[in-house]
């Protein structure tokens, strides 16, 4: 990902899954500013197929972008940032990177439950002292990139900004999340609502609206392009 070149030092990326899709449909100008990429092996596949090329799933965990993030800061001496989950999680977190990255520099880490309206602009401001060269935000779809957006029109230095979802609670018991066997066979949702029993009603509710939404999205779609070939053969 970094080596290809593909990423700009003052890049926000964001992941789109089938919940935040449903999420950010109702208010896509959210995503505004946003490098958005593709997490999820369905809705990669769904793409993959109406696009007719691959989709490649891009997600801020321990499967994909993080150890590249990671190693790539241990390298550059970057200065990482990290905003998330509780106050024992962001920690517990923070130790495991560091544990598994010895020479990466985590400047400022602190839980993302905070006012985003009275304490936002405090937290801002002394970030705008300290600076840092990555930052990554895990507070939840619709929140986070809420947060990302405040950021980026507050402070004064480039940076890179990653959202990261429940990646930090997830790492805050140790790196790998995810056996090898469950990820090579791309069943991280089934193993991931096996761990945490908390997620069943949010994707029984979101998962079944995201394949009704996909799909009338694809039929306006393809009628707006018929549309709009007609005009122009007229």
Known sequence: FLKQGLLNKSDDITFLNPYSYVLFRKNRQDLCGFRVEVDGILLAILLGIVLRRKVVRRSFDSTSLAPVIFENAEKSGDKIAIIGSSEVAVQSFRENVERSFPNINIVYSRNGFFDMNKDVDDILDYLNELTFDVLIVGMGSGRQEAFM????????????????????????????????????????????????????????????????????????????KSRLVSVFII
């Open 149 to 224: 957006r405040k950021a980026r029109s507050k402070l004064k230095f480039s940076y890179r900004a990653f959202s990261c979802g429940g990646f930090i609670h997830q790492t805050s018991n140790g790196m790998d999340y995810y056996p090898r066997l469950i990820n090579k066979l791309h069943l991280r949702i089934f193993y991931r609502l096996f761990r945490e029993r908390s997620l069943w009603r949010r994707h029984l509710k979101y998962y079944p609206l995201f394949l009704i939404f996909f799909f009338i999205d694809l039929i306006l779609l393809l009628s707006y």
